[in-house]
C-alpha cells in the first residue's frame, strides 16, 4: 500500500504529540480521522523519510501506559505457577487471567524448559520428558 503525501502529512503531524510511539501514532490517527492505517506501514513511512526510530529496548507496556521492564522475581514465579495451573496453555492463561500477554507466557516457559501445549492438547506435560527417551 503506498500512501498518498496528504496520508503521509497527517501522520508526521502525529509524530510529535505522540512522542514517536508508532502503536500510538495508529490509534490516534484512527481516532482523529476515522480511517484506520497500519503501523507496518507507519514505520516503513518514518523510515523512508529518514525519520530516527527509537528503540523500545524490549520493554513491555501495560493497558494503563506505564512502561514496564523485564518480569520481576515474584512475576516469573507466578507466570511458573500458571504453566501447571493453565496447563501449559499461554493462550488460555492470557485470557484468563489479562496479566500477561501470550509471548510472555511462551517467552519465560521456553526459558524454564517448560513443553508448551497448544489450545487444543490436554493433558499436563511436565519437564522436557522427551530428554529422557533412551537413556538405560
Known amino acids: 500500500m503506498t500512501l498518498t503525501v496528504y496520508e503521509v502529512s497527517k501522520i508526521f503531524e502525529l509524530v510529535e504529540p ?11 490517527y484512527a481516532k482523529k480521522y476515522e480511517d484506520a492505517i497500519s503501523t507496518f506501514a507507519i514505520r516503513t513511512c518514518l ?27 515474584e512475576e516469573i514465579k507466578e507466570v511458573f505457577v500458571d504453566y501447571f495451573l493453565f496447563d501449559g496453555n499461554a493462550k488460555r492463561a492470557s485470557k484468563t487471567k489479562g496479566k500477561y500477554g501470550n509471548t510472555t507466557y511462551l517467552r519465560y516457559w521456553k ?5 508448551i501445549n497448544t489450545p487444543g492438547s490436554s493433558g499436563l506435560n511436565l519437564f522436557l520428558e522427551d530428554r529422557v527417551e533412551g537413556e538405560n
Open 18 to 28: 505522540c512522542k514517536g510511539n508508532i502503536a500510538e501514532i495508529a490509534r490516534q
Open 111 to 115: 526459558i524454564f524448559g517448560l513443553k
Open 47 to 73: 523510515i523512508k523519510r529518514k525519520y530516527k526510530l527509537n528503540s523500545h529496548g524490549g520493554r513491555r507496556v501495560s493497558l494503563d501506559s506505564k512502561k514496564r521492564g523485564p518480569l520481576k522475581g
